[in-house]
């Protein structure tokens, strides 16, 4: 869009200032210029990233440090469990584990010995392979108190829980106190500015948006349009209403929208041209819409025309006014020039 604007202005800029009474008055020629084809359709905000965090221990809830429409930054604590259980099982893994290495040691020293016994041929050889075994035993035991370790250690580190991504609560589902189980929500959240737009799109334009990959999305309560930064159209249509789910990503932005609001998706699926004039040019009295265009001769008419849609500072006319008119900028101007015009003639 900001393209065609620019088209225009330059226009503006290469069309001699008419003359009236020793006064300039800035014109435009009227064009037509080819601009994107849209249909629009409705859409609804989604979070890219948003989930559930839910309990992976049991256990009696100690501490919740965040509510609804709160903000928490990646890897802040968003709640802690009891531990003491926790903590139990943690030193008497590593005490299990500790009691293993000693052991390990005494069976590694055992086999060397026996091993050099073996070798001068002092003891049996059934002596050697019990000596070898016990060794094998000890590394076994020593693996798995590592093992029980780890889980205790994992256990111990899952009483508390930390946000995965910055982001805002919407849901808490638990309070200080409460029991808890494996798999229990306790808080969801969305990552904030990581947005989407789901839509439905009929299957005649999907073609059109298929071939184009180009969107906006348009916020209602102003008209300010987005650029969507990925487009990604499911692959087959939905049986009940043959209309394709499609989705749209949003570049990271400030919080100006939000999971479930409504939007307007503009979709090109294909080109046009429109006759566009600067929306200023346009002179609105009660319902009469109009511009003031300046003959060959210098004669100026007030000429009522149908505007359109808006386009940034464009209007897209769609009737009254042909290509390549003279069109003044300054409608109040013109008009004090266009009743000297008719006083005159008089």
Known sequence: MRLFTKILVLLVGMIPAAIFAGETLQTVISARVSMPLQYRVDGVVEARQQATLSAEVAGKIESVNFDVDDFVEKGEVILRIRDLEYRAQQQKAQAALDEANANLQDMQLEFERNQNMRQQKLISQSVFDKARANLKAAKARKASAEASLAQADEQLDHTVLRAPYSGVVVERHVEPGEAVNPGQPIMTGYGLGELRVAAQVPQSIIGGLRQYRSAQVVLLEDGQTLEVSKITIHPFANPQNHSFPVRLDLPAM??????????????????????LLPQQALVSRSEVNAVYVIAADGRLSFRQVRPGNLYGEQVEILAGLDENEVVALDPVRAGIEHKRQLETAK
């Open 254 to 275: 400030e919080n100006r929208l939000y999971p479930g609001m409504l939007v307007k998706v503009a979709l090109s699926i294909g080109s046009t041209e429109r006759l």
